[in-house]
C-alpha cells in the first residue's frame, strides 16, 4: 500500500473513532451497556476472523486494502460498542472502598501487557526486520528468505568493497561518478 494512502487512512480512522464514541454516549441510552458491549465484541470477532482470513490469501493490492479497510472497520467498531462501555463497567464492578485499586490495578496490568506488544509489532510489521515464517504475516517461503538474505549479503558485500575503494582512492567498476574523498556519488 501506498505510503500516502495508509496515512489518510489513518486519519480517516482517527476522526472516526472520534465520532463514533460521541455516537455510543447517545446509543448507550436507547440500547444498554451491556447490549452495546456484548453485540459489539461479537461483531468484532467476527471482523477480525474475516481480516485473519484476508491476510492469508495472499499478497496483492486487493488484499492489502481490504485488510486496511477491514482493520479500520474493526477500529471503529469498538470505539463505537466495547471501548466506551468498558470504562463504564470497570467502574460499577467493584465495592465503592476497592475501586479506585481495582481500577488501578487494572491500568497497570494493561501498561504491562500493552506497552511490550507495541514495541514487538513494530518489528513483527516490519518485513525487513524478523520476515516472520508464518503463512498469515508473510506468503514468502523458506527460500526466497533465504534468498532475501543472500541478496542483503551481496548488497553489504558490495557497499564494504566500495568502501574499501574509496578508502584506498580507486573507482569501483559499478560508479558512475567517483570522488576520492566522498566515494561513489550517484
Known amino acids: 500500500m501506498d505510503s500516502n494512502t495508509a496515512f489518510a487512512l489513518g486519519l480517516i480512522t482517527s476522526a472516526l473513532q472520534t465520532v463514533f464514541v460521541m455516537l455510543s454516549w447517545i446509543l448507550t441510552t ?48 469498538f470505539t463505537l460498542g466495547p471501548a466506551p462501555a468498558s470504562w463504564v463497567i470497570i467502574g460499577e464492578t467493584s465495592a465503592i472502598r476497592l475501586r479506585p485499586l481495582t481500577t488501578g490495578i487494572g491500568r497497570g496490568a494493561y501498561y504491562v501487557v500493552n506497552i511490550p506488544c507495541i514495541f514487538l509489532a513494530t518489528y513483527m510489521l516490519n518485513p525487513t526486520v524478523w520476515m516472520p515464517s508464518s503463512s498469515l504475516s508473510s506468503p514468502m517461503t523458506y527460500s526466497q528468505r533465504n534468498d532475501t538474505h543472500l541478496t542483503c549479503k551481496k548488497i553489504k558485500r558490495a557497499s564494504t568493497s566500495a568502501a574499501n575503494a574509496a578508502t584506498s582512492g580507486a573507482r569501483p567498476a559499478s560508479c558512475a561518478s567517483w570522488s576520492p574523498g566522498s566515494g561513489c556519488l550517484r
Do not use: P
Open 30 to 77: 436507547y440500547l444498554g451497556r451491556r447490549t452495546i458491549y456484548v453485540w459489539g465484541s461479537l461483531i468484532n470477532v467476527c471482523f477480525l476472523v474475516a481480516l485473519g482470513i484476508a491476510g492469508s490469501v495472499g499478497k496483492s493490492n486487493a488484499a492489502s486494502l481490504a485488510q486496511a479497510s477491514l482493520g479500520l472497520i474493526v477500529s471503529v467498531g
